[in-house]
């Protein structure tokens, strides 16, 4: 793929010159971190809260480490949710918009190389702040808890990872196919909206991102994980099917003064 390495670079440096790299490795670290103290201490400000009403007895459970992984995995791998369906909305939309994807294309940059440096780049911005979301969780689960395997904390976060992705690559693909970033961020958030919809569905829950987060708790606690082999596989094919929708999408559309 020519021009890839050169393109990706430019991505690279964009993300850390325009500090989205900053922003969100800001906001996984955070998410992170509140896990295990949210588990650690919520129950104690809330009986505190409660305290204050005559009458008014609230008891709660002693905190566990489980508390801790659960949170982790409620904020990183839920609210992380709503980071990788923003992340990707102009990647390819914007360049669309401002025409630079058609002068990019000009030069010895072909459209599979395009296509790769800007998924790559994707797939390093999210990594690098789930990273730095297991690094706080797992120092304060330590520290307020126990420590848990290190190895079944990394698959639990490789499984986050892995659900995050395929939700980013849904608003990649809105990003390919539409030229707003509005309406890409729009196609992300209707697959999201719908994926969520089978979720509920039990038998089919495990086949969707979501179906990835049981047995990325029991990994991170050192029991035996559900349906692994099943939503990990799951989950790859629909990752796979949406980069090639966008392929085939992005190798026929018009961009003048492209080079194929």
């Not at 955070?30 to 919520?42: C, D, E, H, Q």
């Not at 791998?77 to 000009?106: D, H, N, Q, S, Y």
């Not at 099943?230 to 559309?253: D, E, G």
Request: glycine fraction near 8%.
């Amino acid at each position: 793929m020519e021009g890839f390495g050169v393109f990706l670079r430019k991505e690279l440096r964009e993300a850390l010159r325009g500090n989205r790299l900053l922003v969100v490795g800001a906001v996984f670290l955070l998410l992170g971190i509140i896990s295990p103290v949210g588990a650690k201490y919520m129950p104690e400000l809330l009986k505190l809260l409660g305290t204050g009403q005559a009458g008014v007895t609230i008891t709660f459970p002693t905190p566990t480490v489980n508390d801790a992984i659960a949170q982790y995995l409620k904020n990183v791998a839920g609210t992380g949710v709503l980071i990788a369906l923003l992340l990707p909305m102009g990647m390819v939309a914007r360049e669309k918009e401002r025409g630079t994807a058609a002068f990019a294309l000009v030069k010895p940059l072909s459209r599979a190389a395009f296509l790769a440096a800007k998924l790559t780049a994707l797939l390093v911005i999210l990594a690098a702040g789930v990273a730095l979301a297991a690094i706080g969780a797992y120092f304060y689960t330590a520290l307020l808890f126990e420590p848990v395997a290190p190895g079944g904390f990394i698959a639990c976060t490789l499984l986050i990872l892995l659900s995050l992705l395929v939700y980013a690559l849904l608003t990649f693909l809105g990003s390919v196919i539409a030229n707003s970033q509005l309406l890409a961020v729009g196609i992300g958030i209707a697959a999201w909206a719908v994926i969520s919809l089978i979720s509920a569905i039990p038998s089919a829950a495990k086949y969707t991102p979501a179906g990835l987060l049981e047995p990325a708790s029991a990994l991170a606690l050192g029991t035996a994980p559900a349906h692994l082999a099943t939503s990990l596989v799951a989950n790859i094919v629909l990752a796979a099917l949406v980069v090639a929708l966008a392929w085939l999408s992005f190798r026929r559309q018009e961009l003048s003064g492209a080079a194929e």
